[in-house]
């Protein structure tokens, strides 16, 4: 919502302890989200086939449909009886100035979930992305992939901090692939005590994001790669850049790409998101997405990643 005055012309210094505030706002614009869902979205649109694993409210019906338009698999969302789907809700006043709610709702049964009954019915999953949601859900997700022997990523970010130092070990440690941004990765070494390079002993390859400044990739093995960001036509809404990001290299995972390609299929799509509002707004077409790839880091990644993409 876009509120077209200034909150701080309500808001008085004395008065703070007893704040009855309502604002008259202007715009009301409803998106799509969650990390879960962007990231299933964006892999599906490259041809891949992402399984969502979550808990939402009945209010998802519509939602659904959306994402299984779009190449992903719903069926093992679970429907709270009596929460609604999590949602974020924010106002935003002529400075920038923001209000805003997280109503979690039924993300906080997503520990009912089972991955091992999951991988059980559909014969075994190659990958499973633990993202931000209930930590202690987190953390039952974690020990099923190590107990099932399923790689697994570890992706805490805006769960990180909410978790302990124990916390932060009992989903980082295992994880072949680690995501997180600069201020993450600080973190992570804080909650943990882990030096830098000791995180590494602890995880395959670590994928650090950093903004304008593109993506580092290291590994314990000596693994050093730093991709630079693809060029973007206009920058809009960064909302949901970091699940496209991963959208893309996740999907090159998939089709056996290495880690810098997986990057770079990544930083294109983080750049289609950057350029329109909403998170899963953009239309991706293939042909131009490898052309833009070409532009972006060469007609070697095109070709590599143009064989899989026309599939």
């Not at 490259?46 to 409210?57: F, K, N, R, S, Y």
């Not at 999951?118 to 859900?137: N, Y």
């Not at 496209?244 to 995972?253: E, H, I, M, P, Q």
């Amino acid at each position: 919502m876009t509120f077209p005055g200034l909150f701080n012309d309500s808001l008085m210094a004395d008065q703070l302890h007893n704040v009855s505030l309502s604002f008259l706002v202007d715009d009301l614009q409803i998106r799509r989200g969650g990390v879960a869902a962007n990231i299933s979205f964006g892999m599906g649109v490259l041809g891949g086939t992402p399984i969502l694993v979550a808990a939402v409210g009945s209010d998802f019906i519509e939602y659904q449909t959306w994402l299984e338009s779009h190449g992903v698999d719903c069926d093992y969302v679970r429907i709270s009886q009596t929460a609604h789907t999590a949602r974020f809700m924010c106002t935003t006043d002529q400075e920038q100035n923001q209000i805003a709610s997280f109503y979690p709702g039924a993300m906080s049964e997503s520990i009912q979930l089972d991955l091992v009954k999951i991988s059980e019915k559909v014969g075994g999953v190659d990958l499973v992305l633990i993202g931000a949601d209930d930590p202690d859900a987190m953390r039952k997700h974690t020990v099923a992939c190590k107990s099932l022997g399923i790689p697994f990523v570890s992706d805490p970010s805006q769960q990180l901090p909410r978790l302990d130092g124990q916390q932060t070990i009992d989903v980082v440690d295992g994880a072949k692939y680690l995501f997180n941004n600069e201020y993450e990765a600080n973190l992570i070494e804080q909650r943990t005590g882990w030096t830098a390079d000791e995180v590494l002993d602890h995880v395959g390859i670590r994928i650090t994001t950093m903004g304008s400044k593109g993506a580092r990739i290291t590994s314990r093995d000596g693994l050093d790669i730093s991709i630079s960001v693809a060029q973007e036509k206009a920058i809009k809404d960064p909302t949901g850049v970091g699940d496209a990001f991963r959208a893309g290299f996740l999907t090159g995972l998939g089709w056996g790409l290495s880690p810098q390609r997986c990057a770079e299929v990544g930083s294109l799509l983080a750049t289609y998101v950057i350029e329109t509002i909403g998170t899963q707004e953009y239309i991706l077409d293939k042909s131009e997405f490898i052309s833009r790839l070409e532009q972006a880091y060469g007609s070697e990644c095109a070709q590599d990643v143009a064989s899989h993409l026309g599939k």
